[in-house]
């Protein structure tokens, strides 16, 4: 079956440093999204993510979050100047006209 | 801000049907009901869905009030596995409609 993989698993990085989480949607899929759970809150919208274009981001999507597909598989949430705060999991998910979407198994992003 | 009321939290024991409940009572015409779960610390994923009659597939059951207003999910026969937290959903079922989860339903599945 296929899936959303995000590398990596686990990432470590400093106050103030650029990161790049990664995410290979379903390879059909057409309409993409990140999401991000701090630890033990709920899972929040960032963006959606449509025909190399934002269709709609939430208030936390700020201006230091981007999003690119920089190639016909990868799809990468870069945060340029990490905070103690953007310490979360963070989740990608895909999925094609009318069908639910697909999460991916998520990037734990440890901020210090 | 979610449109939904779970409880908490419930406890099933293994083997038992787990009916998780959940209330919707401003739901619109065109929203659906969606079920997601998220084993720890995994990204959620997807169970089932429905708009008005009830819906069944190899991993639940989700049977809708005819008013609408509220729905349960059915696990059939909970495992272990099956341990998790169960999120109601309404949404319109667009193509490209974010998710706005709630605190969902912690399950715990007993041996």
Known sequence: E???TQTPSHQVTQMGQEV??????ISNHLYF???RQILGQKVEFLVSFY??????KSEIFDDQFSVERPDGSNFTLKIRSTKLEDSAM???ASNRERVEQYFGPGTRLTVT | DAKTTQPPSMDCAEGRAANLPCNHSTISGNEYVYWYRQIHSQGPQYIIHGLKNNETNE?????ITEDRKSSTLILPHATLRDTAVYYCIVRVANRD?????????RLHILP
């Open chain 1, 90 to 92: 963070y989740f990608c």
């Open chain 1, 33 to 35: 999204y990140w999401y």
């Open chain 2, 97 to 105: 409609d974010k998710i706005i989860f709630g605190k969902g339903t």
């Open chain 2, 59 to 63: 991993m639940a059951s989700l049977i």
């Open chain 1, 20 to 25: 790049i989480l990664r995410c290979v949607p």
């Open chain 1, 2 to 4: 296929p899936e959303v």
């Open chain 1, 51 to 56: 025909n190399n274009e934002i269709s709609e």
